[in-house]
């Protein structure tokens, strides 16, 4: 059991399972996050949102509002001096000028002296729509052109034909990251005619970036600072709340605070892509894999946002981690006006995984093989080539992962004295009407692949100071900590390169070098890359000045255990006082290889920076009739490199794992004519204590090359193969296709009206619901392309 | 009175509520919160006042009577879980077990429960098994009333302005009692389907409340008469092709909704397999 | 509005008295805690009673601050993170336990973890991991997969010999 392991604050360096730095504080709810934030003479901002998907805005009138009582400023789009922004593209209105596109739309905001005259003065914003027809449908969308990325590649021979061949159509729903801390935080004007945000993100520079070309002030006018972060898995990569924080407090000339409520958290952010996927794998009678070929489609947002990098790593990872010498994809992201979407967790890759697992199950069933058995004939070697025209060049223990996983131990049934079952391990909890005799066990199997830092040309890198004085060192980087533990890692890096105990880590601001996004799982790849060599730096010049004020000579000097130690391990002098009061410092920055986009022929760099692997076997307990599941438990093997901190890495696994689950069984945000129909915590459901299985999980190591101490990016991959493990579990238990995650109890007993729409519409929930018996598709031009 | 301001009144008697209601009328009353205040903070209900009940002692109190246990409004659902009293009661103690969750059974009401008069709510399919009577206050002076005739629209009541619950009386009745739920994931949610069953040994009848399976929680009438008179009251048992056709005719009989939820062919699915394991189980011990 | 809306009041949290001014009487023990008397260890999480982030303890019953109509508290004994810690600066037993198995990540389920967990503990000492998922579930974390969080509780309920 992992979960026997645990922390301890004495420890040193890489390897062990160092306390986190901030944990204390955390448990005795002294850390402070964004929505804590307090100031003196604070405003408190409010936002007036769009409750039409699709309108023309024909006039605001800020007047009422503005004559509150209470109320300092209430804005419009007209008071913002660059009205677009965007996470990659400019395309997104600050505040609604022309059309609202998505419902929960900002139109304007207010700052008043509490929240609830700020709430009064929103709504008393008098504001006339010209409702319009909404694209809700993203078949709809493809089919009128409203595309944000359109992707087509082949590989090898496209036109070979398997023996074999099995396809399917797969859908993944709207998933929410339901962190824990809306979105939060103070905005303050600098008193030098710039501003200052206070706030929780992922990227301090990005933010920054943004705001100050918006605000169309010189970047140094715009300080960004990262305050605690409770959460954010992918969700707090671009900003909401952020700009109208800055654009209120220059305006009013005091701080302004913004608090968003869960339902509000709903509307204004962005959510996973929902996706339909339609695949088919080739294969001889013995299951070797010879060609895969999909059709890929993802619901974007109105706005670009993220949606092309999304489509990218889902129609390249489609492959899965698998060894397929032919291929022939092609994927779209198409906006509709269901809401905005972008990353979270597994960015791109899960629903492309999902896909490819289903598929694969399949095959399997097909084929009469075991399905862990038909992806280690499968997997994909070192030395092999991905269908996105990429060596794989690093370090490949699929087969490992995928025997390692098998060979766990398997949970005992449930007893069969119904007496000793306590309720917590039915399907359904407490009160359930289920019963030994109608569970069903069964049992799942799935590997996956997930890219490790971003990819397609995105440039990834950090820059990292570290100070040395007295023998302690401070680290000053960029890198969002947001709880994965950036925090704790970064210390121990320097512990083990500097071979000293006290090291601490500064809170991130932008008046630090750009480090990388905490995204695609890659800040320890990159920053602690980053740290690792300036702190490497450091100790060169360290051990320089010790050699020369003691005229010794530099190679035979190294550092460890708070001491200058000669080459026999003999302790010269202490490093606190050969520094000699004196303060050392290094800075230095580390880029990730070059990548290159999909469609980029001429180069040779690769697609993605490097990929991890992972298989899950997932073991559920089904109330096949009523469609009532409980995950037994999840047994995962990861490839991860070298760990740096075990404790830290197999709690990314479980967290990851039952999130991961949470989509597979329950998390669906629905869209009804683009309206949200679930958005707060009572509609939408996240995994609870009770629904959490027992995780163990397993590492397999191997030092990736091209970082000196062959770490690799962990925190997705869990996440983005959970929602296929479960679906495959419960495939096994009911017999049913379940082509959809979430597999809620309606699909599990498969009872589904079936006089309403046989047309699935991903984003829309009740109405549209069905079996989904899409015809076939032609072979030329996918299930969804019309003639037109 | 322990706070008296032109929009909340915190009393601490059943008279002193009703005469704030009267001086008052748009006021509400609230007493645990769990679920008038997360709707106001959810801005599902925009408040003109509140009357807080919560002081209130005389509606805290869990009686055996001779018509049967009386349970007070102000009782909260974790009361429900730890009162002696309520071994008499198997059905609320069990249905109190699944109730929301440990922070709310500290502060969800009975009464609250009672009065919201929504269709999802855990303790009114029991209620209505149990056939239990609501006790209402006024000015003018109490009455009392049976659940079933209390229960009007999803979120209506028999309940008039001026009115106040005080409490409820739950029969004791001798035989089996369970309670079963369905929801979208195995704690804390909102029902999907849920339902209570009350053997009567002493009047050889069984009778069946549903939750969510309807405008409001409901008795399934066209389901008991059949078991009523299929039952083998003799033998106590009851055979497999009899569960099956009660859930048929329970199911037949309600008229849920489709939410985000569940759909209705779905909620009515549970309706009728979990009535069906539900006799099942009240007569399987004596086989 | 009305100025009527606006109520004055004393509550008594962690033995002392606080002073709340110029209130809306609609106004949430959750927020008054956080933004108007500044004990923001108690979180704010989603305001209507699903995750239990904002956990306190009101005559010493584990509730959701975010439900309780803060004027309606008065005369209780409110006790939040702040006075359930140990004064000293260091960790109780719970919370020792909770940092050793990484209980927590982002940490901002936390303190209301701790609050409820304080009285299941309370309540059910030397409980067993089915003790703990039924007794515990009110809280939601996003981080952990809970596995951790179970580890901790019981460990900490363990009666010491």
């Known amino acids: 059991m992992t979960s026997s392991q645990t922390t301890d604050p004495n420890v040193t360096g890489i390897g062990t399972s160092r306390q986190r730095p901030d944990a204390v504080a955390k448990a005795r709810g002294e850390f402070e996050y964004a929505t804590d934030l307090l100031e003196k003479d604070m405003l408190w901002g409010a936002t007036r949102r769009s409750p039409h998907p699709y309108a023309r805005i024909k006039k605001v009138n800020l007047n009422r509002a503005k004559e509150m009582p209470g109320v300092h400023a209430v804005l419009g789009a007209w008071d913002v001096p660059d009205n677009r922004f965007g996470a990659i593209n400019n395309d997104q209105p600050v505040l609604v000028d022309d059309y609202a596109r998505y419902v929960g739309e900002p139109i304007a905001i207010v700052a008043a002296e509490d929240p609830e005259l700020a709430r009064r003065a929103a709504n008393a914003i008098e504001i006339e729509y010209e409702p319009l027809v909404p694209i809700i449908d993203p078949l709809d969308a493809l089919a009128k052109g409203k595309i944000h990325r359109h992707v087509k590649y082949s590989f090898g021979d496209p036109t070979v034909v398997g023996e074999i061949q099995v396809e399917g159509e797969y859908f993944t729903a709207r998933q929410d990251h339901s962190f824990m801390a809306p979105d939060a935080g103070m905005a303050r004007p600098d008193g030098h005619g710039g501003v200052e945000i206070i706030g929780a993100t992922q990227w301090v520079h990005a933010d920054r970036f943004q705001i100050a070309a918006s ?176 060596i794989q060049d690093r370090p490949t223990p699929v087969q490992e992962i995928i025997e390692k996983c098998s060979a766990m131990p398997l949970p005992p049934d449930l007893p069969s004295d119904e007496g000793k079952i306590h309720p917590v391990h039915l399907p359904g909890g407490i009160a359930s009407p289920t019963g030994k005799k109608y569970i069903k066990r069964g049992i799942g199997f799935t590997s996956a692949v997930k890219n490790v830092c971003l990819s397609e040309g995105a440039p990834v890198n950090a820059t990292a100071m570290i100070t040395l004085r007295d023998g302690a060192a401070v680290i000053e980087c960029a890198a969002a900590e947001v709880g994965q533990g950036f925090v704790t890692i970064a210390c ?297 | 009175m322990i706070i008296q301001s032109p929009f909340l009144a915190v009393v601490e008697s059943i008279n002193e509520a009703l005469d704030t209601k009267q001086k008052r009328p748009s006021s509400r009353f609230i007493s645990g919160g769990t679920e008038v205040i997360a709707d106001q903070n959810l801005g599902l209900l925009e408040p003109e006042g509140y009357i807080s009940l919560r002081r209130i002692k005389e509606l805290h109190t869990i009686e055996p009577k001779s018509d049967g246990l009386y349970i007070g409004a102000g009782v909260v659902v974790a009361q429900l879980l730890d009162d002696k009293a309520m071994a008499q009661v198997i059905l609320l103690k069990k249905a109190a077990r699944a109730f929301g969750t440990r922070q709310v059974r500290n502060r969800a009401t009975v009464g609250g429960n009672i009065a919201s008069g929504l269709p999802d709510r855990t303790l009114l399919p029991c209620l209505l098994a149990l056939e239990a009577t ?70 050889k009848n069984v009778r069946l409340g549903l939750g969510n399976a309807g405008p409001t929680a409901m008795r399934a009438k066209e389901a008991e008469e059949y078991a009523n008179n299929a039952i083998d009251w003799k033998k106590q048992t009851v055979d497999e092709t009899i569960a099956i056709k009660f859930g048929e005719i329970a199911a037949e009989n309600c008229s849920p909704v489709s939410d985000a939820a569940a759909s209705a062919a779905y909620r009515r699915h549970a309706i009728k397999v979990m009535s069906k394991r539900i006799l099942l189980r009240a007569f399987e011990r004596k086989q | 509005m009305s100025t009527d809306e606006r109520i004055d009041y004393t509550l008594k949290i962690n033995g002392k008295p606080y002073k709340v001014e110029n209130a809306f009487y609609s106004e949430n023990l959750l927020h008054v ?129």
């Not at chain 1, 995984?353 to 084929?367: I, M, P, T």
């Not at chain 1, 740096?644 to 329950?666: D, K, T």
């Not at chain 2, 106040?164 to 369905?182: A, D, H």
Request: proline share 5%; net charge neutral; aromatic share 6%.
């Open chain 1, 492 to 788: 121990q890096i320097v512990q083990t390169v500097l071979g000293i105990s006290e090291v601490r880590i500064e809170r991130v601001d932008t008046s630090m070098p750009a480090a990388a996004t905490t995204d695609g799982s890659q800040q320890t790849v990159t920053s602690g890359t980053a740290v690792q060599v300036a702190a490497q730096t450091l100790k060169e010049r360290f051990l320089k000045f010790v050699a020369r004020e003691h005229n010794l000579d530099v190679n035979t000097l190294d550092m460890k255990d708070n001491f200058v130690i000669d080459k026999t391990g003999k302790k010269f002098t202490s490093i606190a006082e050969a520094g000699m009061g004196l303060i050392f410092r290094a800075t230095e920055k580390f880029s990730q290889r070059n990548t290159r986009p999909i469609d980029d022929m001429e180069s040779n760099d690769p697609v993605h920076v490097t990929l991890g692997f992972s298989a899950n076997r997932c073991v559920v307990d089904v109330d096949t009739e009523l469609g009532l599941v409980k995950v037994v438990q999840m047994d995962v093997v990861q490839d991860v490199g070298r760990v740096v901190n075990p404790v830290q890495a197999h709690g990314q696994i479980e967290g990851g794992a039952v999130q991961g689950m949470g989509l597979g069984l329950m998390e669906h945000l629905k869209a009804e004519d683009g309206h949200l129909l679930n958005p707060d915590w009572r509609g939408y459901h996240i995994p609870t204590i009770v629904d959490a299985p027992t995780i163990n999980s397993e590492f397999v190591s191997y030092p990736e090359p091209g970082y000196h101490f062959g770490w690799k990016g962990i925190a997705e991959l869990p996440h983005v193969q959970a929602p296929a493990s479960v679906l495959a579990a419960l495939r096994n238990a009911t017999g049913l296709e379940l082509p959809m995650a979430p597999a809620t109890p309606e699909y599990v007993a498969n009872v589904l009206d079936d006089n309403e729409a046989m047309a699935m519409n991903v984003a829309s929930g009740d109405k549209k619901r069905g079996p989904w018996k899409v015809p076939p598709p032609p072979p030329q031009t996918g299930p969804w392309v019309s003639d037109a």
């Open chain 3, 33 to 161: 805690l956080r933004y108007r008397l500044g004990l923001t260890g108690t979180k704010y999480g989603c305001e209507h009673g699903q995750c239990g982030a904002c956990t306190v303890h009101i005559d010493g019953k584990a509730v959701c601050s975010c439900m309780e109509l803060a004027a309606c508290a008065v005369g209780c004994e409110i006790t939040t993170i702040e006075g359930y810690n140990n004064q000293d600066g260091t960790l109780n037993r719970l919370q020792e336990s909770f940092v050793k198995h990484a209980a927590l990540q982002c940490g901002y389920c936390t303190p209301g973890f701790i609050m409820s967990a304080a009285k299941f503990i309370e309540e059910n000492p030397n409980c067993t991991e089915d003790q703990v998922r039924e007794g515990m579930d009110g809280n939601l974390c996003r981080c952990t997969g809970y596995n951790r969080i179970i580890e901790a509780i019981k460990e900490a309920a363990e009666v010491r010999k």
């Open chain 1, 215 to 390: 605000l169309g002030l010189p970047e140094e006018k715009v300080l960004v600072v990262n305050s605690g972060v409770g959460g954010a898995f992918g969700g707090r990569v671009s900003m909401t709340w952020q700009i109208h924080g800055a654009l209120l407090a220059m305006h009013t000339n005091r701080p302004v605070k913004f608090l968003y409520s869960r339902k509000e958290a709903f509307h204004a952010r962005y959510h996973r892509h929902p996706s339909r996927i339609w695949i088919r794998h080739h294969a001889t009678k013995e299951g070797k894999l010879l060609k895969v070929e999909a059709k890929v489609l993802y619901e974007g947002g109105p706005y670009s946002h993220t949606s092309a990098a999304g489509i990218g790593n889902g129609c390249t990872l489609i492959q899965g981690p698998y060894n397929i010498p032919n291929a022939d994809i092609e994927g779209w992201a198409v906006a509709t006006n269901n809401g905005m979407c972008g990353p979270l967790r597994g960015f791109g890759v899960l629903q492309g995984v999902f896909a490819c697992e289903s598929n694969l199950d399949k095959l399997a069933r097909k084929l009469n093989m075991d399905p862990a058995k038909l992806r280690a004939v499968n997997a994909i070697k070192r030395g092999d080539q991905w269908i996105f025209r990429q």
């Open chain 2, 134 to 203: 609501v006790h209402l206050q006024s000015a003018k002076g109490k009455r009392s009333l049976p659940i079933k005739d209390f229960l009007i629209e999803p979120g209506k009541t028999a309940i008039s302005k001026d009115e106040i619950l005080t409490g409820t009386t739950v029969p004791y009745v001798k035989g089996f009692q369970e309670y079963y739920m369905v929801g979208p994931r195995n704690a804390q949610f909102f029902v999907t389907a849920c339902l209570a069953l009350v053997v009567d040994e002493a009047n």
